[in-house]
């Protein structure tokens, strides 16, 4: 579905008039634009450092509408107020219904938000291989959601299981908050505040928590219970770097202040770990040297489907943990995450791994990437 004729050239003249005036305040583009006809007509390479200005200073909206230089009326001035309640960032454009585009945020939790394309039809612009990843602005028009008319979009294949994750994800967001048509967007779900431990003595180790220290002594007997089907699963099934990254996730879970790990059975929290685990690193994707689907986790650590999948939405939502997430990436695995790699540089979203080497050292001084590409043995950086 579009916008109609009218609306199309309403929403047009509405925006290029304020990205105008936030180019004519910010001075972001260093050549002289003297309408907002004339702005429009720049390159959208141009245009796209006038959108991230806004972004950073969204105060210019209500300032624009309060100098009103154009004289718009009371109509058009609601609709530029209600840009305010904008939502920007990576998404998921995930799949074209009667009504809308589904657009899947990348981040927990996960919002599935209903856009209406402008004046091309979304399958013109992103072809019929969804889903596609994408960074853009949504703003509310008129009671619908549209985008703000430039957008980057991603050049990466998802391989069946990982798919399949999205599908189960967009299942989740429905069922949260359903398909959102409009915008502010729903305030998420409430989530478990981290309570400060209480001064005693410091907890001293155990060797079910492989000496961990800083896991709780009441938590100890479970998170080694966990541990101990984690790694026999990880080792018999997988590897030991999966092993490693499941270790790592039930600890995090252990020390949460209370540790849900003291409910439910140690078999049942192990299948929603190897499940979190493997869904970040779409371990059912049928590409993968051993693959393996979520069902057959459960199967075989013994619990049933509904139990290993109940388990894993409760983690992923208690440490909103997200698809490609960086921190729950496998370490062989990181070369494969655009996620990681894909950063803002001058207002554009790049791969810096296809950056020079310099951009790169500074991203990885910064920490904004786990290592310079150019230095890794068989890394497909280039621009050196």
């Known amino acids: 579905m579009m916008l109609s004729i009218e609306d199309v050239k309403q929403f047009f003249r509405l925006h290029r008039a304020l990205m105008f005036f936030v180019n004519r305040t910010l001075q972001v583009i260093d050549k002289e634009v003297a309408t907002p006809e004339a702005y429009s007509s720049l390159p959208p390479t141009s245009r796209i450092k006038v959108h991230q200005a806004l972004l950073e200073r969204r105060?210019?909206?209500d300032a624009f509408v309060a100098e009103n230089p154009?004289?718009?009326?009371?109509?058009d001035r609601a609709i530029l107020r209600s840009w305010n309640d904008l939502v920007t960032g990576k998404f998921f454009a995930f799949r074209q219904l009667r009504k809308h585009m589904i657009f899947l945020t990348t981040e927990e939790p996960m919002i599935a938000y209903g856009v209406v394309a402008l004046f091309d039809p979304f399958e013109a612009l992103f072809g019929p291989d969804l889903p596609r990843m994408l960074a853009t602005t949504l703003l509310p028009f008129k009671g619908r959601i549209v985008y703000d008319g430039l957008f980057t979009a991603y050049s990466i294949t998802f391989?069946?299981?990982?798919?399949?994750?999205?599908n189960e994800?967009?299942?989740e967001a429905k069922e949260r908050f359903g398909v959102v048509e409009s915008l502010p967007p729903p305030a998420p779900e409430p989530r478990?505040?981290?309570?400060k431990a209480a001064p005693g003595k410091r907890p001293t180790e155990a060797s079910t928590t492989g000496g961990d220290p800083t896991i709780p002594e009441a938590v100890r007997p479970a998170h080694g219970k966990i541990v101990a089907v984690t790694d026999a699963f990880s080792h018999e099934h997988l590897d030991d770097e999966f092993a490693a990254l499941c270790r790592k996730l039930a600890g995090v879970l252990a020390r949460k202040r209370p540790s849900p790990l003291t409910r439910g059975k140690p078999e049942s929290w192990a299948a929603g770990i190897v499940r979190v685990v493997g869904r970040a690193n779409f371990i059912d994707d049928p590409s993968q040297p051993?693959?393996?689907?979520m069902?057959?986790?459960?199967g075989r650590i013994g619990v049933s489907e509904a139990t290993g999948s109940a388990k894993a939405t409760a983690i992923r939502n208690l440490l909103e943990i997200h698809?490609?997430?960086?921190?729950?990436?496998?370490?062989s695995r990181m070369d494969d995450n655009p996620m990681i790699w894909m950063l803002q540089v001058n207002g554009l979203f790049v791969d810096i791994r296809h950056a020079p080497r310099e951009v790169q050292e500074i991203a990885f001084k910064k920490g904004l990437i786990p290592y310079v590409p150019a230095d890794r043995q068989g890394g497909s950086a280039r621009g050196r």
């Open 323 to 331: 698809p490609l997430d960086p921190q729950w990436t496998l370490p």
């Open 290 to 293: 051993r693959p393996l689907r």
């Open 295 to 298: 069902s057959e986790i459960d």
């Open 159 to 166: 391989g069946g299981g990982y798919r399949r994750g999205l």
């Open 169 to 171: 994800s967009y299942q």
């Open 192 to 195: 478990p505040t981290r309570k």
């Open 59 to 61: 105060d210019l909206i």
């Open 70 to 75: 154009f004289g718009f009326d009371e109509d």
